[in-house]
């Protein structure tokens, strides 16, 4: 793996990249195929492709459209090559990171001289990423500490639990998760260096929590993970460029849809729509909106959709899922796919 530097507990082998065992339940796909019905034929464009379950769900639904899937993690795209076989004719999979939709998918629109009228986001992590212990995700299963999506990125969990400097890893936990007990727990990372893997960076975190705290909310590391995943996937950053990128993408009256899992991510989304709609609070109270803030896109619904009760009993993965969408403005001369509505 070029210009990956594993930790000092990247003992496990990665696991096959052609093996068959990439099992991840899509979620609300019924509210997302129904938020995307009536854009007009075009590319659709899911930025986050995973397994490709909901990309699968999208070509059934809508025969004419040509879906350009982005992933990368090549695990991830191995898995949405083999879901996505029957309809190869009508699919291009590209291993990047979305914050490079622009460049990636702006080619592919010009070679098929198709507009962009769909972009899809299903943040955070697959399943397959979470419970494969060998990645590094998951805090119940031995692992090194890795929590790379794109192996070949550089940075591991582990050096930034084994060398940035107590204050740095406090700040982290506090931006990427609001964890009360950010300092405390950055002082037991330091104190235990060097911590080899998940399980034993999950002990020092849950025995750094004071004992009435670790029964609320979870399993006590959940959040201190999270915040790992988050930036050494450079999460939140990435996000941000990459919704600004798709709604520039999206011709007139094609929708962008995210779903989002927590709140930094559903935030940004949030502020991105809000700022898009031309809805921007002024600098003041009683100051004109800040310059720039023309509208360029609708809110499809207001707020979030959330997931129905049935499905998050089927999925609890589903549970924090917040669902939003929005709809370029301007006329276009686009026809709408089958089943528009
Ligand atoms: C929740 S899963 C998507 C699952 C997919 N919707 C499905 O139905 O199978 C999120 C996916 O986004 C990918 N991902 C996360 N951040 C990314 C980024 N910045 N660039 C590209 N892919 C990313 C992850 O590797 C993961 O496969």
Not at 277 to 298: F, I, S
Request: glycine letters at 8%.
């Amino acid at each position: 793996m070029a210009g990956s530097r594993p930790d000092p507990g990247h003992r496990h082998a990665m696991p096959d990249e052609h093996s068959d065992d990439f099992v991840h339940e899509p979620v609300m796909v019924d509210e997302v195929l129904e938020a995307l019905r009536p854009v007009p034929a075009g590319i659709h464009v899911d930025a986050t492709v995973g397994g490709g379950g909901h990309a699968a769900a999208l070509l059934a639904d809508r025969p004419v459209a040509h879906l350009v899937g982005i992933d990368r993690d090549p695990r991830a795209l191995a898995a949405a090559r083999r879901r996505l076989a029957p309809h190869a004719d009508r699919v291009t999979l590209i291993r990047a990171p979305y914050d490079r939709l622009a460049d990636e998918v702006g080619g592919v629109a010009r070679r098929l001289a198709l507009p962009v009228t769909s972009v899809l986001f299903d943040l955070g992590v697959s399943s397959p990423q979470l419970d494969h212990p060998e990645r590094g995700f998951s805090y119940r299963h031995r692992g090194p500490l890795d929590m790379r999506m794109d192996p070949d990125s550089s940075l591991t969990a582990g050096e930034i639990v084994n060398t940035w400097d107590a204050r740095a890893i406090a700040d982290l936990l506090r931006r990427h998760a609001d964890e009360r007990f950010a300092g405390r727990i950055a002082r037991a990372i330091v104190a235990h260096r060097p911590i080899t893997d998940t399980v034993e960076l999950a002990e020092i975190v849950r025995d750094a929590i004071p004992a009435p705290a670790r029964r609320r909310g979870g399993h006590p590391a959940r959040r201190t993970f999270q915040a790992l995943r988050i930036a050494v996937n450079d999460e939140l950053t990435i996000l941000d460029r990459a919704l600004e990128q798709a709604l520039d993408l999206l011709a007139p009256q094609g929708r962008c849809v995210v779903l989002a899992y927590h709140s930094g991510e559903d935030r940004i989304v949030k502020r991105r729509f809000r700022d898009a709609a031309g809805e921007a609070p002024p600098p003041r109270p009683g100051l004109p909106p800040p310059p720039g803030t023309v509208p360029v896109v609708r809110h499809v619904w207001r707020g979030a959709r959330t997931p129905s009760r049935a499905e998050v009993e089927r999925n609890r993965r589903a549970e924090a899922a917040r669902l939003r969408a929005v709809e370029k403005l301007g006329s276009g001369g686009a026809t709408p796919d089958r089943g528009s509505s």
